[in-house]
């Protein structure tokens, strides 16, 4: 399995893949993420976390977030490029990029980055059900 990053949409290997400097996450804590597992190539209840994710997002007021379809979209095709049986899915989301703490001085476009490594369990019993690609 690669360990594969989707920035904003556009999926490459975890080493070729780039944050700006500024992104709030980075800077001020200022996002969320949630983690998701696969299990033989099952994501284990995808809707759930993703229901958790967007109700984070109108916490935080994080405006302009992409659609729900779009980020599960994103989320499969990047455990199939990375080719996950068993592994572990970052979900991150900032509020955007720039400098300062007033979101109206920066550009208030979220950063979407889904991260995926492999995961090994030790446990003899973790075979899940979930949604496969």
Known sequence: MRMMVNWNGRISPLEEACLPVFDHAYLYGDGLFEGIRIYNRNIFKLDPHLERLYDGVRHL???????????????????????????YIRVSVSRGTGIGLNPENINQTPNVMIAIRAWRSTHPNSTRRGCGW
Do not use: V, W
């Open 61 to 87: 007021d994080i405006r302009g977030m992409i659609p729900y379809e779009e980020l599960k979209e994103r989320i499969l095709e990047t455990a199939e490029a990375a080719g996950a049986e068993n592994a």
